[in-house]
């Protein structure tokens, strides 16, 4: 499996951009969906996730309100819309395939198996 990840920049604060994950294979539909970020310095954390079905949908605190996670399984395809960014928000972006047939996303980046390589993000004040 290998996830590609893409539509990082640079934007000022109070911007948007729209993050891409693109997962090779047939069975992306199955899998829950996550994206995580590390910023400089920081540990890896958890940003948001949607479930297999795309009913459900979880967000870190820091995040909810501004970005929203949606899925297409038609294009193996997960999206994060980042609104409002901030400059902390900076960080690189991961998206990561988490648990098989499940409505219920973890938040612990072990539980995930198969990470993008990131893209970066940058906020400026």
């Known amino acids: 499996v290998q996830l590609q990840a893409s539509g990082g920049g640079l934007v000022q604060a109070g911007g948007s951009l729209r993050l891409s994950c693109t997962a090779s294979?047939?069975?992306?539909?199955?899998?829950?969906m996550g994206w995580f970020r590390r910023a400089p310095g920081k540990e890896r954390e958890f940003v948001a996730a949607?479930?297999?079905?795309?009913?459900?949908?979880y967000y870190a605190d820091s995040v909810k309100g501004r970005f929203a996670i949606s899925r297409d399984n038609a294009k193996n395809t997960v999206y994060l819309q980042m609104n409002s960014l901030r400059p902390e928000d900076t960080a690189v972006y991961y998206c990561?395939?988490?648990?098989?047939?499940?409505?219920?996303?973890?938040?612990?980046?072990?539980?995930?198996?198969?990470w993008g390589q990131g893209t970066q993000v940058t906020v400026s004040s």
């Open positions: 990561a395939r988490g648990s098989t047939f499940s409505d219920y996303a973890s938040r612990i980046p072990k539980d995930y198996d198969y």
């Open positions: 294979g047939r069975t992306f539909r199955r899998y829950v």
């Open positions: 949607i479930g297999w079905s795309g009913t459900k949908t």
